[in-house]
């Protein structure tokens, strides 16, 4: 297989472009959590996206991405699916532990001993912490959130945030099945060129075929969600088997960014496939942009992943406990608390996982 060169752990802008990313899906929902309406969010009537699916899709592109070159430089399924695990599991299972006893102790109106002898919050724990397939996810605490702007019958969900990690689980699984596909035929073929180059020529195939499928879906106004991701995630992949150097290619960024926002401006349709084929390169371009004052945000940590998983739940309580809250206010509240679970969750949790990646053997 071909391979780029592994970029320096403190040479690119992923991190920073991560949290901003996740700070823009707590700006989001705090509109839906704050009024109970979805459509209240700026962007949604107008273009048919918000900039939460915005950032999801920076996600999925940035992801697709790094986790293509990480499986390709290490070549070895074993050290792939372990360290995916250690990246998604130890922050998520704590933070699904913790919420739930905030929950317990302060937004259900059951006592604490009969919320947790109840069926219901071990589904949510169990389901939420595991992410397997097709059993889904669960959103509902027994009697928890019942106030909150978005509530049903059941109550208010308290982690909706968590429906795009059975999918980023579901793009890993097929990276992984067509890496064991490509090691095989190279190893049939006894390590011949064309079967080097099997999995990049089948990565870029893919996305291009994912994204035709997107585009066509939209414009039969027809959107699949997942297909859409998964187009975005085969995308980032894609760029990365591609060999681009996005070094010095920040000016070409700005200029898709701006053609992106024109066509935003003249009409929705434009605007999706401008925005469809061209973010992928803008975000990993910005990524590799020489802004070294911007650099310096490594040394910091990566705390996109908390205040992905912590945002939702803090906001739904911030619902709970101030009715009628406005949404810059319930992002204002949120936001603060949020980064500080952040902070704590990679410095504690999530750092210190990552550091069993090293003990992994190849192959």
Request: charged residues 10%; proline residues 4%.
């Amino acid at each position: 297989m071909s391979r780029n060169p592994a970029p320096g752990a403190h040479q690119n802008h992923f991190n920073l472009i991560r949290m901003v990313a996740a700070s823009l899906v707590l700006l989001s929902h705090s509109y839906a959590l704050s009024t109970g309406d979805p459509m209240s969010e700026p962007l949604r009537a107008a273009l048919g996206v918000t900039w939460g699916s915005i950032a999801v899709d920076v996600f999925f592109v940035t992801s697709g991405y790094l986790v293509t070159g990480s499986i390709v430089r290490r070549d070895s399924l074993r050290a792939f699916v372990f360290g995916r695990a250690l990246r998604i599991y130890p922050g998520l299972v704590v933070a699904l532990l913790l919420t739930t006893l905030v929950c317990s102790l302060w937004f259900t109106s059951l006592s604490f001993s009969s919320f947790w002898s109840q069926r219901q919050t071990w589904k949510y724990l169990v389901l939420n912490a595991s992410l397997v397939l097709p059993w889904g996810l669960e959103y509902l605490l027994p009697e928890t959130l019942r106030g909150v702007p978005t509530a049903k019958a059941a109550g208010g969900a308290v982690n909706g945030s968590l429906w795009t990690l059975p999918v980023e689980l579901l793009m890993y699984a097929l990276l992984a099945a067509l890496f064991v596909l490509a090691r095989a035929w190279r190893r049939a073929a006894q390590g011949t060129s064309g079967a080097v180059a099997i999995m990049p020529r089948t990565v870029v195939g893919m996305a291009v075929l994912a994204l035709l499928a997107d585009l066509t879906m939209k414009g039969l106004r027809t959107h699949h969600l997942e297909l859409h991701m998964g187009a975005m995630f085969a995308a980032g992949a894609a760029l990365w088997c591609m060999q681009i150097d996005f070094k010095g290619r920040g000016t070409a960024a700005w200029l898709v960014l701006a053609a992106i926002v024109a066509a935003a401006l003249v009409d929705s349709g434009l605007f999706m496939v401008i925005y469809t084929l061209g973010l992928p390169f803008a975000i990993l371009a910005l990524a590799y942009s020489t802004n070294e004052a911007l650099l310096r945000y490594n040394r910091l940590g990566d705390y996109s992943y908390g205040v992905y998983i912590y945002a939702f739940p803090i906001q739904q309580w911030c619902a709970a406990t101030q009715p009628g809250i406005s949404p810059w206010a319930m992002t204002g509240l949120a936001f603060p608390a949020t980064l500080i679970c952040a902070v704590l969750s990679w410095h504690l949790i999530e750092k210190r996982a990552l550091t069993l990646k090293l003990t992994v053997p190849g192959r």
